[in-house]
């Protein structure tokens, strides 16, 4: 049993929050950007008076002539082939609808799912009376983004074994601007746990599973307990994503497996407190810093 | 507030002439007998019946002494509006005082203490409801004490798992609930409004223990279903006073079983 | 309470983290999230706390008002709680959808605070027979991060705590006797929270049970039980909470630890308000 109270007053004074490089160009709505003609308009700025004008808060990017601005904080703008994790919200004719953390609910058709029975197989109506036992409402998948409709809804397929519905473990939900765009966001981490590291900002921890069996389609979840050392690392991983994201990091791989190994001195349950979790990030900080990275 | 205009409703603030009276308290330290002649391990008598509404689906009556309630259930029927769509049935609880029932007049609208016993009665019937039976549809139970003399909130309990039963919508289990007071070392098994009162509502501290427990009770499958408790109790005593509810609830199970028999056998009498 | 749908598998890693007394964020079974408790932050109430139990945010402010006694209980003053289920919280809040929620804890409070011995009722009391004070606990919820209950048990005792209620004279006129209220900030009595009770709510999780559950795992218990618990590990109050039943030996188990950490939840609450006291801080508020 543990009990703590402190005081507010207590609190470390506001921990610095600017470390190492300045971080660019930041701009407020309405804020001038250029007045020069000469660019063009991308997202999160708009044209009045011949000036450009900035429309979120955030740092001002720009590629070539195209300027846009990339807001601190938004909800998850998806891009064809991003990984995400989405949450099965409704069904409805031949599709799911899934919360993605996006602006719109996404869409997952019934024909760009895997069904057991292999790949190339006809969707009956047998098949569409049978959504709601591969998937329903609650049940977790991770997925790729097939195509962004005009609107901005989502298009996600599952057509690949890596994708598809997600067993137990535990899901971890941080700002999706905090998530590095790497090559692979599936990673088997040595320390007996992986980890999908969502594009839209939703990240899913779980024990390692050796062979995924191909028959059932990944729609059979198994329900046994998990080990409780397995049970304890993906504890302490989230603890440590939730650090991470507390702090602002960027998170990869290699920033989490770090933070992991520099809160291995503490018990799980203690990075729930700020100052663990602050020295805990610090540590990570430290390290990334030294090898130039 | 929204008021019912058709109504008469009285002066905006009244007081009961028993609050000029001379105290009815009861003087707990000294109590050797109850008021009305009981023992303290003593339950009041039991009295139910069931098909007391014609156009209910279940209805029930339950008189223990002066304490009667009545209660009738309505459906199983469809969910009026469509964002409540579930799987799983409903089961929705009104539980209302009679406005002349208690000492004290009652509003005719709901208050928060009758809105906090209708939670609890709808929480002790839950569980013994298989509401997986009636998907997509709602069943509604109303309960009003005609009369308070104590242990509303068991009488409720009763009536209605009896009115539910009656309507034939499938259970698990009855519900059988029961009551304590109690105040120092001395445990009031049913107790009335007049005990109740002495107890709860005293300003200055009567004994170390002095509280009530009310707890329901599936018999058959000996799990508690609601468990609540007034005024301020050791660990130790609210625990044994709990055991003691549980087996007052054994005891008035077999009431609740006759009661539905004869239903049943009457029933079945008058279709030959 | 909010968006937390779960899928069975997820659900089934709660119910088996329980099991191994080892839950998804690392505690045990009887260990609450750490807690930042602040009082007299708002400077137009006679007592005012802020709580935030990881992030279950609660806001509590307490008035008090001069009134007419109950008739029924002439010689002493009395609390009214109001919860305000603000829509900031969450949208699901809005309008009337949070009122439900908001009586349920209002009602839950009132039971717990209702024993003789929970403040001295005796010293609200300004002119036996005729006037008393009357306390508007207001409580106002800002975010809700699970476990709700507890955390606005815990405010509103320390909202008491930090309680100021103006001192009264009085004058005998040959009409009746007039009262007199002081003006001045410094002159004013507090009240004696020691035998305030904070609630406790054990969730039923499997063969197991938690205390401060998270939002997650309040998803997956089917019945719970609420106790207020005063310092001396008396019991104020107790209901059973949720569609499920529970047998009678696990009730006993769960009560077990809700009269431990609860014991144990009002001495560190009560430390660290003390210590505050005399620290005698500027106010934090609401910057983070």
């Known amino acids: 049993m543990s009990v703590d109270i402190r005081l507010a007053s207590s609190r470390p004074a506001g921990t610095d929050l600017y470390h190492g490089e300045n971080p660019g160009n930041i701009v407020t709505p309405g804020d001038v950007i250029t007045a020069d003609s000469g660019f063009m308009r991308g997202h999160g700025t708009y044209m009045e008076d011949e000036c450009l004008h900035a429309s979120v808060a955030g740092t001002v990017e720009r590629v070539n002539k195209l300027i846009s601005v990339r807001p601190l904080k938004t909800r998850y703008n998806g891009e064809i082939g991003d990984v995400v994790i989405g949450r099965i919200r409704e069904l409805a004719q031949k599709r799911w609808k899934v919360e993605t953390h996006s602006r719109m609910d996404s869409v997952l058709m019934l024909s760009s799912v895997n069904l057991p029975g292999g790949e190339l197989r006809r969707r009956s109506e047998e098949d569409e009376k049978m959504m709601r036992h591969y998937l329903k409402e609650g049940d977790l998948i991770s997925a790729e983004v097939q195509n962004v409709m005009s609107d901005g809804c989502l298009s996600l397929h599952t057509r690949s074994l890596k994708y598809g519905k997600l067993g137990q473990g535990c899901l971890v939900c941080i700002s999706p601007s905090l998530v590095l765009r790497r090559k692979t966001h599936f990673h088997n981490l040595p320390i007996g746990a992986s980890i999908i590291l969502g594009n839209n900002g939703f990240i899913w921890i779980s024990p390692t599973v050796q062979d995924k069996s191909e028959e059932s389609g990944g729609y059979e979840t198994n329900l046994q307990p998990i080990p409780k050392l397995d049970r304890e690392v993906i504890a302490r991983l989230r603890n440590c994503v939730l650090a991470l994201a507390e702090c602002k990091m960027l998170l990869f791989d290699t920033c989490i497996l770090y933070a992991y190994e520099a809160s291995l001195k503490y018990a799980v349950k203690d990075l729930l407190k700020p100052e663990v979790a602050v020295e805990v990030v610090d540590l990570v900080r430290q390290r990334l810093e030294l090898e130039g990275s | ?272 | ?288």
Request: with cysteine.
């Open chain 2, 1 to 272: 507030m929204p008021t019912d205009t058709r109504r008469l409703t009285g002066p905006e603030s009244s007081q009961s002439p028993y609050n000029f009276a001379p105290c009815s308290k009861l003087d707990m330290r000294n109590l050797e007998v109850r008021p009305d002649g009981r023992s303290f391990k003593q339950l009041r008598p039991l009295f139910l019946r069931t098909d007391v509404v014609s156009q209910a689906r279940g209805s029930s009556y339950i008189e223990m002494n002066d304490t009667k309630a009545i209660c009738a259930v309505y459906g199983p029927r469809e969910v009026l509006r469509r964002e409540d769509f579930s799987l799983k049935g409903q089961l929705t609880c009104d539980f209302k005082f009679a406005t002349f029932s208690c000492k004290q007049r009652r509003q005719h609208q709901q208050d928060s203490q009758e809105k906090d016993l209708s939670v609890q009665v709808l929480e002790a019937l839950e569980p013994a409801v298989c509401l997986h039976k009636y998907p997509k549809s709602q069943i509604n139970i109303f309960i009003t004490v005609l009369q308070h003399d104590g242990c509303a909130l068991s009488a409720a309990i009763m009536c209605a798992s009896l009115a539910l039963a009656s309507a034939g919508i499938e259970m698990y289990d009855l519900v059988v609930a029961s009551s304590a007071a109690i105040c120092g070392s001395l445990t009031l098994v049913d107790p009335t409004a007049q005990e109740e009162e002495t107890i709860l509502k005293s300003t200055v501290k009567l004994d170390a223990n002095a509280g009530s427990v009310t707890v329901a009770y599936l018999p058959s499958m000996s799990q508690v279903s609601a468990l609540s408790s007034d005024g301020e109790l050791s660990f130790e005593v609210l625990n044994k006073s709990m055991q003691e509810c549980v087996a007052n609830c054994q005891r008035l199970y077999p009431v609740l079983e006759q009661t539905l028999v004869k239903h049943q056998q009457e029933l079945e009498a008058s279709k030959s």
């Open chain 3, 1 to 288: 309470m909010t968006d937390a749908e779960l899928s069975e598998a997820e659900k089934t890693f709660i119910l088996h983290s329980v099991q191994d007394n080892f839950r998804e964020d690392g505690r045990g079974n009887e260990d609450f999230r750490h807690m930042e408790v602040e009082t007299g932050l708002i400077s137009n109430t006679n007592g005012s706390a802020r709580v935030r139990l990881a992030n279950t945010d609660v806001l509590v402010g307490v008035k008090v008002q001069l009134t007419a006694v109950d008739p029924e209980k002439p010689e002493v003053g009395r609390l009214d709680f109001f919860i305000d289920c603000s829509a900031n919280a969450t949208p699901a809040f809005e309008g009337r959808g949070g009122e439900d929620l908001g009586s349920e804890i209002s009602a839950m409070l009132t039971r717990a605070y209702s024993c003789p011995s929970a403040v001295d009722f005796h010293s609200l009391c300004v002119l036996p027979g005729q006037q008393c004070w009357l306390l508007y606990v207001d409580v106002l919820l800002l975010e809700c991060g699970g476990n709700l209950f507890d955390a606005v048990s815990i405010a509103v005792k320390a909202a008491l705590f930090n309680l100021k209620i103006p001192n009264v004279t009085m004058t005998k006129d040959e009409g009746g006797v007039e009262l007199d209220l002081s003006d001045d900030p410094f002159d004013f009595k507090r009240l004696n929270v020691a035998g305030a009770p904070v609630v406790v709510t054990v969730n039923k999780i499997g063969h197991k049970h938690v205390v401060d559950a998270s939002e997650k795992e309040e998803e997956c218990t089917l019945a719970r039980i609420i106790l207020g618990v005063t310092e001396k590990g008396t019991i104020t109050s107790m209901r059973k909470e949720g569609s499920g039943s529970l047998d009678s030996d696990s009730i006993s188990e769960m009560m077990e630890s809700a009269r431990k950490v609860g014991m144990e939840l009002n001495k560190i609450l009560l430390k660290a308000l003390e210590e505050e006291e005399k620290q005698g801080a500027k106010t934090v508020g609401f910057l983070r």
